[in-house]
């Protein structure tokens, strides 16, 4: 599978950057009866890992969050755009990666200690398609489904 296909023009469901087309940041941001985020929070989770990790791939010896909750920045609805553009431009530069090499320093969490960058690159590609998932489902419940220029109909 190439790389473009994981992270930005998937086959198997619609590219990120379609999937978040004609939401305006009060639509984003705003909160659903039962679930615990918002699509801009969602959104702004997605950005703090990819960036997290694209920093890994890039030699940056940037920590592992302790918790699970400093993964989840807060969001709100004038965060909406910055984020979509963080988001998109982080699949760029993900796409831009060399494809051999080991994420240098190791990961200190030893379940990814021995990543590869391509390894970091399918966890991103996975994590992501896990919350867009999440952000179809919450703009079918907001009837904010499908985005501008259509959804897939097989």
Known sequence: MHRDELLASPLAFMPP?????????EEAARPITGVKHSIVEIL??????????LSRC???AAP???????????????DWAPLREQLLEG??????????????????FPPLAEY????AITHIAQHNAHHLGQIVILRQMLNL???PDGSYTW
Do not use: C, K, S
């Not at 950057?17 to 940041?25: E, I, Q, S, Y």
């Not at 592992?64 to 004038?78: F, L, R, V, Y």
């Not at 699949?91 to 200190?108: F, M, T, Y």
């Open 17 to 25: 950057a379609r999937l978040l087309d004609g939401l305006t940041p």
């Open 116 to 119: 590869t960058i391509g390894d």
């Open 44 to 53: 702004a989770h997605m950005v703090y890992w990819q960036a997290w990790f």
């Open 91 to 108: 699949l760029q530069r993900a796409l831009e990666l060399p494809e051999n090499g080991r994420v240098d320093p190791p990961i200190e």
């Open 64 to 78: 592992m969050a302790e918790h699970a909750a400093e993964g989840w920045p807060a969001a709100a609805a004038g």
């Open 58 to 60: 890039t030699g940056v």
């Open 145 to 147: 489904w499908p985005p």
